[in-house]
């Protein structure tokens, strides 16, 4: 599934092919993905690109008049093609551009979204808290967040209302690295442990979106997708294998219904 870096990657890589552009036209070849596609989009034609940003792990395809809202969901994702190349199974969302180009969407597994905001707010994205690689993510604002908290500190991290775009592989790997167990009561981690940890979200996240950038296919590429990159783990899906610090065997538990890695002599 697209975590947050991956959904930072692809915004890297699609806005220098889309900003400035001017949209032709708008295909759908499906009705639905996890909602119904709104005809709203339509308005989109005729309209130029003027920014590709992202709210977690949504892109908004900004245009004077609104934007596209775009979610990967599962298994979606976002090449830059030829217009002439003829879409292939999956290929349910087609942004033409003036320039012969084609932003084209694929998605086997449908649970992706495309939809369309006047003034950048739509319910999908609800109330979120702050992105993680901003500043607003500090050990003050989460150590106040967190006050009187008994949920698991792993739960209270992948909150999108705590902070944004925190997956279930980087809440393992971050509170590895941090030597924070994973089930303590959020409420009582001290400023000092908080510090720690936001520090590695923001690292794990950034090296994740360094190693995407370098090792991810360019987006324009016609043969294979850009898919989801290889990363470097330290302890996602790694039960029974040895603690890359202490050498005892990573263990695993369901936290929330979230597979949970962690080591019980490091983490405490
Ligand atoms: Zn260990």
């Known amino acids: ?50 920014n590709i940003s992202r709210r977690a792990k949504y892109l908004l395809i900004e245009t004077d008049i609104g934007s596209a809202i775009v979610h990967l969901g599962m298994s979606g ?56 690689l901003t500043d607003e993510f500090n050990p003050d604002y989460i150590t106040e967040k967190a006050k009187g908290k008994r949920v698991a500190v792993k739960q209270f991290i992948m909150d999108n209302k705590v902070v944004v775009g925190v997956g279930n592989i980087y809440a393992n790997e971050s509170l590895f690295s941090a030597r924070i167990h994973p089930t303590r009561p959020a409420g009582k981690l001290t400023h000092k442990e908080w510090a720690l940890l936001v520090d590695e979200i923001k690292q794990v996240l950034t090296t994740a979106i360094k190693q995407g950038g370098t090792t991810l296919k360019d987006f324009s590429q016609a043969d294979g997708k850009p898919g989801y990159f290889a990363q470097e783990l330290l302890v996602y899906g790694k039960a029974g294998e040895p603690c890359p610090n202490c050498g005892e065997p990573l263990e695993e538990q369901k936290i929330g219904q979230r597979n949970t890695f962690f080591c019980a002599e490091c983490q405490l």
């Open 77 to 132: 994702s976002l090449r830059v093609l030829d217009a002439e190349i003829a879409p292939a199974k999956h290929d349910h969302v087609d942004l033409k551009l003036t320039n012969g180009k084609v932003l084209r969407y694929n998605d086997p597994r449908r649970f992706g979204a495309w939809l369309w905001t006047e003034d950048g707010t739509h319910a999908a994205l609800g109330t979120m808290g702050p992105e993680p």
């Open 1 to 50: 599934m697209p975590e947050l870096p991956e959904v930072e990657v692809s915004r890297m890589g699609i806005t220098p092919h889309l900003v400035g552009e001017t949209v032709a036209k708008i295909t759908f070849r499906t009705p639905k993905l996890r909602w119904d596609i709104p005809a709203e989009l339509k308005q989109m034609e005729g309209q130029v690109i003027r």
